[in-house]
């Protein structure tokens, strides 16, 4: 079973620019979350879907942040305009919907440095 | 976002010892826990899940939780080098989002 991709692994771009990540999930994960880690912190949810549906962004930045799961199953997270405190690792996890007993399995993430 | 908080570190126990992990949550509706491990520079996995009150062992793994008191350990008996990483408390709320602590640096001396 291929496990959750991400693209890129890495990215450095200047403050004020943009940037878009990419995720796939593992098949048949119904639900796609995407977190934010900063360097000695633990992960923070910013976004959670359900197939092609919103749950909860309640901790996204929704000024700058943007996030869609058009067909249900892959996802995009951008960022527009990026600010130097946007520098952390962005994880994409996934798991099956519907059970509290599932657990989330994570991408490799990406790397996000704004200089 | 839900609390979770869980004893900031970093913990540094001799090989063979046994490290103890402690985590607390707010949300007095959680149903579901989680360990995860990281690795530095990897991405977090799962070692243990728990759901019911009381200890689930798993090899040298022991997950404890106590709902009433709305906190969850971990222990891991036997600590190798190979434990040396940053173990997060990950807790699933009604709407299968997962909240982590900030978690817990382990360093395991030979």
New interface residues.
């Given amino acids: 079973e291929a496990g959750v991709a991400q693209s890129p692994r890495y990215k450095i771009i200047e403050k004020r620019q943009s940037v878009a990540f990419w995720c796939n999930p593992i098949s048949g994960h119904a639900t796609l979350y995407w977190y934010q880690q900063i360097l000695g912190q633990g992960p923070k949810l910013l976004i959670q879907f359900q197939n092609n549906g919103v749950v909860d962004d309640s901790q996204l930045p929704k000024d700058r942040f943007s996030a869609e799961r058009l067909k249900g199953v892959d996802s995009t997270l951008k960022i527009q305009p990026a600010k130097l405190e946007d520098s952390a690792v962005y994880l994409c996890a996934s798991s099956r919907a519907g059970q509290l007993n599932t657990e989330a399995f994570f991408g490799q993430g990406t790397r996000l440095t704004v200089v | 976002?839900k609390e979770?908080e869980?004893n900031s570190g970093p913990l540094s126990v001799p090989e063979g010892a046994i490290a103890s992990l402690n985590c607390t949550y707010s949300d007095r509706g959680s149903?579901?826990f989680?360990w995860y491990r990281q690795y530095s520079g990897?991405?977090?996995?799962?070692i243990m899940?728990i759901?019911s009150n009381g200890d689930k062992e798993d090899g040298r793994f022991t997950a404890q939780l106590n709902k009433a008191s709305q906190y969850v350990s971990l222990l891991i008996r036997d600590s190798q080098p190979s434990d040396s990483a940053t173990y997060?408390c990950?807790v699933?709320g009604a709407?299968?989002?997962?909240?982590?602590?900030?978690?817990t640096s382990l360093t395991v001396i030979p």
Avoid at chain 2, 42 to 46: G, R
């Fill in positions: 976002q979770v869980q149903q579901s989680f990897k991405s977090p996995e799962l899940s759901y997060l990950a699933k709407g299968n989002q997962f909240y982590f602590g900030t978690g």
